[in-house]
């Protein structure tokens, strides 16, 4: 008998690990599920004019315009209510449930998280898509915070995988397969493939 743990690639990083999806992994979900109503109602402020001061020629470094139309978006049916919408419709028809529909988006941001938050950890231990799942919520959640805080979006870097396709890598990708090939890589292993030059823009 071979007594060590049977380990698989992780199903969200796709690194070593001996559950399905790391504890740390599943954590992570849960946080950006735990973020979102909050960001959605701080992207509310994002939009009352005034906030990111009125003359131009004080040197602003974000313009406020496509900043309030980038919170707009991700406020209005479809933005952050629609991703979670989905991960909900869909948990709803696998499980033979009836997805709840709500009045306000508002509304539905808060119910779909708590829907998809109480079924976190059947979500990791069966469904096939969790890593979807889990890069659209960091996605979102990495948007949404980048407009609230006034960040820049993390600097990608080109990799190419021996196939010939460019990778575009950042360091809070998780991991990677790449779409021509179909090799997967962890998130140390794309930065171990060879930089692919300047010349792409992120
Ligand atoms: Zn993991
Ligand atoms: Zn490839």
Redesign the pocket.
Known sequence: MNDAPQSWPCAVCLRPSVPRVHDGCVDRVRQNLLALPGLYRQLGDALVPGRHGGGGRSGTRTAPLPCNLEALDLRSRGGIEGVLATWAADLCDREGWTLTQYGSVEAAVDGYAELLLMNLRMLCDEHPAIKELADELRQIVGQARRIVTGEKAPRKVPVA???G?ILKVSLDTPGER?P??G?QYSHRELFDLPFAGHQVAA
Do not use: A
Request: with cysteine; charged share 10%.
């Open positions: 995988c021996p196939c396709h790449c021509s090939c090799e």
